[in-house]
């Protein structure tokens, strides 16, 4: 039994800001879907299924959103599939889609995401109540802080690789034209002299709260010869998850993310990341997860991405980009960040990423996680079809 | 439907005993026997799994992320393949048959929970309206499905005797399922929103469910007679009730049509309905006559543990054919307003 190779031949995305106070949560997730849809140059009618994913339903105060939105995705009459795994949920999503057509239940799928955040506050959102939670924590800065400090203590990284990051980030930003943060008068200054937030993480080394979704069209091989622009080809498609807490849990590399790495590069035949793909689009909210996924996906050694970021191997023109787009750095809708991660890295493959394309991409990894860094999420999209 | 590429079963069901209240326990210490039992009657332990999926919605515990906590239940340890649908666990059930049929896993564990308890179900219910023109007026979920129920009659398709007689049967037949909180015969009571009286309405309450999932081979391994998922889609109908006929479920129709439930007839039916009047609604859909035995385990109308009931509704059915009760059984799952979204399984046993 083989499984349908899966291509993206559809992507569509909003403008990202902090407040899209022009359209309801039913036009943002329209405005994304059609885009994906005339990129695929098909139509709502073209679309067999939906799958939706977001972050939690408390962000915009709506239980289960997918049902008063069925109709602004055109999934009346069909089936529409709603997927939640925290911040991975984007990339979940999208895997979930993507097995619609590779177990030939679909042959055409719309999957989006999106979230809507300037409709609550995301930092109180997520700052469970008691007895939920004890009432230690402000936000996921508050939760992630001490596992950048505890990666700084381990590897000996300077101090300043953090700003370093996001100071690219949002230099790459500039060249995405769907960015939420766009900030040309940004300096490395600037970076290292914002507010501290949550110590070791300052202002601007903090994701922004964002409006936007993001979607794409999957098919077949089929639906593929009929695509008036390149189609990425799906590699490898992996999930893992793990408990939030435990006695022994490696806050700094878990084990899911690397698991869940070996098992894509294990479809995709890849041996030596490092070297055999050309762009990564990785889910780092916080400046300091660059380096500390370099090392859990495998492209550095424990205790040496730091060096890849600091020697400027993962800029724009660096042999290994990472978030070429300006990343979740730059663009942070919750629930669509993971998809967006995932749909750069195939608009990379397919050529389409405009100013901030890496030239002759062939190969790309999108990657997210959410939780307590306990669920991760990862695609590896090529251009060539798989054999 | 396609041919299958898989031949796909349920090959175990467990649940916990519904409470109207489960305040001593938290979501994990709830889903975690059931998770034991149901690994046990196959033998399985948490690391054999291929591929886990779970339903469940953060309002109703009104807690962001809740399913997070209800993974450490699992024993994620190593990490594991894993998803969850914000919603009843038979659409969670749906993802992991879809996973299998890729041929990346051979076995799924489904889990679903819901824990109604801290909250008031008919207002948290209102939340999942259209938050511009709807659920600002806080039109509860009773009183929706009074709409239903009086759309019902008036167009002279049920009667309030027939309603009373769905209720009556439901619960007679839940005198025989221990995990039901409402077993045997009970009074229809006063209208809670006319037209539906107490006994129209399904109780509210927490609970939990699980299910294993195998293919082929493995499957028959697991299970003396596993429960073989002929076929399985949903489909959904718009949100505004204002453009839909609630008196029909086209819906439901279309789901059973493309799970091939049409194809022969079926000898026994789990339908999720929270309210007789549904019942009534789903028996039209799917065509279903006399001679099918509906809801032998009282249905929702005994135990209801919200995101939980649609998934038992396919535990109940493959539990039925696994005793050899049942040779081919319809499962039905829903959600939304009015059976907006619907799910259909059409599960058999090997003769």
């Known amino acids: ?387 | 439907m396609p041919a299958l590429p898989r031949d796909i079963a349920v090959v175990a069901f467990a649940q916990s005993d519904h409470v109207a209240d489960s305040h001593e326990v938290s979501e994990a210490e709830m889903v975690m026997p059931v998770l034991h039992d149901v690994l046990d009657r196959t033998g399985l332990k948490a690391r054999d799994i291929g591929f886990t999926c779970s339903g469940s919605s953060d309002y109703l515990a009104g807690r962001a992320f809740s399913f997070t906590m209800a993974l450490d239940a699992v024993g994620a340890w190593p990490p594991i393949s894993e998803s969850h649908v914000e919603t009843d666990g038979a659409w969670a059930l749906y993802e992991a048959w879809v996973a299998l049929l890729t041929g990346e896993a051979d076995t799924a564990l489904v889990y679903a929970y819901g824990k109604s308890s801290p909250g008031d179900l008919r207002a948290v219910l209102t939340r999942q309206l259209d938050p511009y023109y709807l659920a600002p007026l806080w039109p509860d979920s009773v009183a929706l499905a009074a709409l239903q129920a009086q759309a019902l009659l008036d167009a002279g398709l049920t009667c309030e005797d027939e309603l009373a007689a769905v209720a009556t049967r439901s619960r007679a037949a839940a005198a025989d399922n221990p995990h039901a909180p409402l077993r045997g015969p009970r009074p229809q009571g006063d209208h809670v929103v006319a037209p539906l009286r107490r006994g129209d309405c399904a109780p509210v309450g927490d609970g939990a469910a699980a299910v294993i999932l195998a293919a082929g081979d493995r499957a028959r391994a697991l299970c003396g007679r596993p429960a073989w998922i002929r076929g399985i889609d949903h489909r959904v109908e718009a949100h505004s009730l204002g453009v839909r006929d609630l008196t029909a479920s086209p819906s439901t129709r279309l789901a059973a049509d493309r799970a091939g439930a049409f194809d022969r007839p079926v000898d026994l039916a789990e339908l999720h309905a929270p309210f007789t009047s549904q019942e009534i609604v789903l028996r039209r859909a799917l065509r279903l006559g006399d001679g099918v035995t509906v809801n032998p385990s009282g249905g929702a109308l005994a135990a209801n543990p919200v995101m939980a009931t649609g998934l038992i509704r396919i535990g109940e059915a493959a539990a039925r054919i696994q005793r050899g009760e049942s040779g081919r059984a319809l499962a039905h799952a829903t959600s939304g307003p009015c059976l907006q979204q619907n799910l259909v399984a059409v599960l058999e046993g090997e003769s």
């Open chain 1, 1 to 387: 039994m083989s499984k349908e190779p899966v291509a993206v031949v559809g992507i569509g995305q909003t403008a990202h800001v902090a407040a899209r106070r022009d359209v309801s949560l039913a036009g943002l997730v329209r405005e994304a879907a059609r885009r994906a849809l005339d990129d695929a140059a098909l139509d709502w009618r073209d679309i067999d299924a939906v799958v939706l994913g977001k972050a939690p339903d408390f962000f915009e105060g709506v239980m289960m959103p997918e049902l008063f939105l069925a109709d602004a995705l055109g999934a009346v009459g069909k089936p529409l599939l709603r997927v939640h795994t925290a911040g991975s949920v984007g990339g979940s999503t999208a895997l979930v889609a993507a097995n619609l057509v590779a177990a030939r239940v679909h042959r055409a799928v719309l999957t989006l995401a999106f979230e809507k955040q300037s409709e609550s506050n995301a930092m109180w959102g997520l700052s469970l109540p008691i007895p939920f939670q004890q009432p230690l924590l402000a936000g996921a800065g508050g939760f992630f802080a001490p596992h950048v400090r505890a990666y700084m203590r381990r590897s000996k990284a300077p101090d300043t690789i953090g700003s370093l990051v996001a100071y690219k980030d949002r230099r790459n930003a500039l060249k995405n034209p769907y960015a939420h943060l766009h900030e040309a008068d940004l300096t490395l200054e600037k970076v290292q002299s914002s507010p501290m937030l949550w110590d070791p993480i300052r202002y601007s080394e903090t994701c922004p709260s964002s409006d936007g979704a993001c979607a794409m069209v999957l098919t077949d091989r089929t639906g593929a010869a009929r695509s008036p622009h390149p189609p990425a080809w799906l590699h490898g498609g992996a999930m893992r998850s793990e408990p939030t807490l435990f006695a022994g849990k490696d806050f700094v590399s878990p084990r899911a993310g690397r698991d869940c790495a070996a098992d894509v590069y294990r479809q995709a035949g890849i041996t030596d990341p490092r070297r055999e793909i050309d762009a990564v689009e990785m889910y780092v909210p916080f400046s300091w997860y660059e380096p500390m996924w370099l090392e859990n996906l495998g492209f550095a050694a424990e205790g040496e991405g730091w060096k890849l970021t600091e020697s400027g191997v993962t800029a724009l023109d660096g042999d290994l980009p990472v978030n070429p787009s300006g990343g979740v750095l730059s663009t942070n809708p919750i629930g669509a960040s993971g998809m967006l991660r995932f749909a750069e890295a195939a608009l990379q493959v397919r050529g389409r990423a405009g100013d901030h394309q890496i030239d002759g991409a062939r190969r790309a990894l999108g990657h997210a996680y959410g939780g307590g860094a306990q669920f991760f999420s990862m695609w590896l999209v090529g251009a060539d079809r798989p054999e």
